[in-house]
């Protein structure tokens, strides 16, 4: 392998890692605006935003790269709302001191997809 294809691999790696952390900044943002404005969704601390935002990007890279479907209220119509609900629903499982209800998982998903809407960036991987 010459050095400049060493280069861009390495340059690479390094992007996609700030993509990664880029990523994970926007969803904790989205997060807690998203809890801020939904009522029946509650996150008790900035760790609690914290794990979560990382546990829903999991599951959202996961959701992505088993079935090619993105969880976005907007990009993919009813499929898309009906995962991002899901998705937020789900992650309450697996991150102490996060909570929601069904209907407050159905409004945040309508809020989070509005508010992932207007943050500006590429936030696919």
């Given at each position: 392998?010459?050095?400049?294809?060493?280069?861009?691999?390495?340059?690479?790696?390094?992007?996609?890692?700030?993509?990664?952390?880029?990523?994970?900044?926007?969803?904790?943002?989205?997060?807690?605006?998203?809890?801020?404005?939904?009522?029946?969704f509650t996150i008790n601390s900035?760790?609690?935003?914290?794990?979560?935002?990382?546990?829903?990007?999991?599951?959202?890279?996961?959701?992505?790269?088993?079935?090619?479907?993105?969880?976005?209220?907007?990009?993919?119509?009813?499929?898309?709302?009906?995962?991002?609900?899901?998705?937020?629903?789900?992650?309450?499982?697996?991150?102490?001191?996060?909570?929601?209800?069904?209907?407050?998982?159905?409004?945040?998903?309508?809020?989070?997809?509005?508010?992932?809407?207007?943050?500006?960036?590429?936030?696919?991987?």
């Amino acid at each position: 392998m010459s050095e400049a294809q060493g280069n861009q691999t390495k340059s690479s790696g390094a992007s996609t890692a700030w993509q990664i952390i880029g990523r994970l900044v926007a969803s904790a943002v989205v997060l807690a605006i998203t809890a801020f404005f939904t009522p029946g969704f509650t996150i008790n601390s900035f760790w609690t935003l914290a794990i979560a935002a990382v546990v829903l990007t999991v599951i959202d890279y996961l959701v992505i790269k088993f079935t090619g479907l993105h969880a976005s209220p907007f990009g993919k119509g009813f499929v898309g709302f009906a995962l991002a609900a899901i998705i937020l629903y789900v992650t309450q499982f697996f991150v102490a001191g996060y909570s929601i209800s069904w209907i407050a998982a159905i409004i945040g998903a309508l809020i989070y997809g509005v508010v992932d809407y207007f943050i500006p960036g590429n936030q696919q991987m």
